[in-house]
């Protein structure tokens, strides 16, 4: 069996698109946005979330006309050469590994937070949390989605609880720690700053693409995919500049940065300034079950694009393998997890998503360059979209720091190695037994 089962509809869809979103990103890198650009991390939030909805646009009209597993790595192939499909695929599992290791110790911070340990077994809580989300999405689609349901509801709950129960002191306290808009701890926020700011907050709403990369598994794609997508990021920008502004006006831009970076906790810091005791427990709580959402969203993504390449030739072919019981690519979500534990065991927090936003911004500049070259009957939205989607993504890009460019381009080139000398037997192995299209 080579396939996988149409099991999600709408609600699950968007909930699986919740999953991803409402993690990392709203619980930690938007503080790390803040200690970048100061208050003006807000519009930061809404210029990336722009962006996001013009790659989104583009992602969800390629999912709807070629709704298989695997994304931007399959519509590479299909729409333009196969060495750019090879090259999204690539950054694709480079860089949401990245992602699942910062969940995996996001995780671990507001667990050991919320249970008053010290740092001392950080990494190893984290690598435990891989393990076990590896071990819950090797059961399948349908268990993995009644688990996200969970998670996905308790998130929302604290994070609704932070913005209603943060709002009145903010509201009261005045705009004194939102002005100057642009002021940093220099007194000001520099173009590059503010740019820089935008990039990390842009990887915080790339979880909707993982609606795409399940398009294999989702019911009636051509109309639940767009719809889904849509639901998502209007969602999640209305949590994140929620949050933002009341983290800030809590705790002032350089208070919430400085708590991301040293705890790695900035929200329940948040919530300590609030008379209500609860609120911080529950946050943490929250926090924790949303980086284990992530967690489970980027496996079962990781796993999906894991899948595609195998059936290409560009992985190992057993990553092709499709366990007929569960429904699920069991050799690609092992292998996946593996990586994703290894990281979680030696990375860092910051340096996981200061390396995820450069990655993952070339790897939407090709899904766009692949939306442009949809044929007219096929395309559901205007192509100045993909042209924005494509220009903004390469604009951030540029003002990532230089050392992540350099990683990242190396880490590219060794792709590309790979593809053209070690996968070659694989790809022609499997276009014989015909696994590729």
Known sequence: MTHLKRELGLPGAVLMGLGAML????????????????????LALLLAAGL?????????????????????????????????????????????????????????????????????????????????????????????????????????????????????????????????????????????????????????????????????????????????????????????????????????ADGFGRAAVGEAVPLVVAARMVAAGWLAPLVAVGAATAMLGVLLNLVLGLSRVALAMGRQGDLPPRFARVDAQRSTPSAAVVGVGIAVTALALTASIETSWTFSAFTVLLYYAITNLAALQLPDEDRLYPRTVAIIGLAGCLFLAWWVPVGIWMAGLALLGLGLLWHVVVARRWRQASTTTGRTG
């Open 23 to 42: 993690g990392t990103g709203v619980f930690v890198s938007i503080g790390f946005g803040a200690g970048i650009a100061g208050p003006a991390v807000v």
């Open 52 to 252: 996001a909805t013009c790659n989104a646009f583009s992602s969800a009209q390629l999912a709807a006309s070629h709704p298989v597993s695997g994304g931007t790595y399959e519509y590479g192939y299909r729409y333009l050469r196969p060495w750019l499909g090879f090259s999204a695929g690539w950054m694709f599992l480079c860089a949401k590994t990245a992602s699942a290791a910062t969940a995996a110790l996001g995780f671990a911070a507001y667990l050991l937070q919320l249970l008053g340990f010290g740092e001392g077994v950080h990494a190893l809580v984290a690598g435990g949390a891989a393990i076990s989300i590896t071990l819950l999405v090797l059961g399948g689609i349908r268990r993995s989605n009644v688990a996200n349901v969970a998670i996905v509801s308790v998130t929302l709950a604290a994070l609704v609880a932070f913005i209603v129960a943060g709002l009145p002191p903010v509201v009261a306290s005045g705009t004194d720690r939102f002005v100057p808009l642009f002021g940093g701890a220099d007194g000001g926020t520099s173009a590059p700053a503010f740019f820089h700011a935008t990039a990390l907050m842009f990887v915080a709403f790339t979880g909707y693409a993982r609606i795409a990369t399940l398009g294999e598994e989702v019911r009636a794609p051509r109309r639940t995919i767009p719809r889904a997508i849509a639901w998502t990021l209007a969602v999640s920008a209305i949590v994140y500049v929620g949050v933002a502004i009341v983290g800030i006006g809590l705790l002032g």
